[in-house]
């Protein structure tokens, strides 16, 4: 069974940094790829950042440069480092975990950046 737990969500000024943590139980942490994604009411879920088991990452265009997605293997945490914040950043995020094609979330975390 895999649960996850997202922290560190809050609210910031525009131009400020969050760094958001997410804790990862079970056994297979390490062989998964792991994510970030938001929503905001009314939006679908949006894709943030990812790194996959290999290391590579991908970012949204419209994060790339002030975000930066890192995993710890050995203590199960995925982290989303966001800095330069914008209004439009505004959103729950949510710790996503994929593994053998099953996807697995978080309770997600809000994180408001004002303007």
């Known amino acids: 069974q895999v649960q996850l737990a997202e922290s560190g969500g809050g609210l910031v000024q525009a131009g400020g940094s969050l760094r958001l943590s997410c804790t990862a139980s079970?056994?297979?942490?390490?062989?998964?790829?792991l994510g970030w994604y938001r929503q905001v009411p009314g939006k679908q879920r949006e894709l943030v950042a990812t790194?996959?088991?290999?290391?590579?990452?991908y970012y949204l265009d419209s994060v790339k440069g002030r975000f930066t997605i890192s995993r710890d293997n050995a203590k199960k945490m995925v982290y989303l480092q966001m800095n330069s914040l914008k209004p439009e950043d505004t959103g729950v995020y949510y710790c996503?975990?994929?593994?053998?094609?099953?996807?697995?979330w978080g309770q997600g975390t809000q994180v408001t950046a004002s303007s």
């Open positions: 996503n975990l994929r593994y053998g094609g099953i996807d697995y």
């Open positions: 079970g056994s297979i942490f390490s062989d998964s790829g």
């Open positions: 790194v996959a088991r290999s290391g590579s990452l």
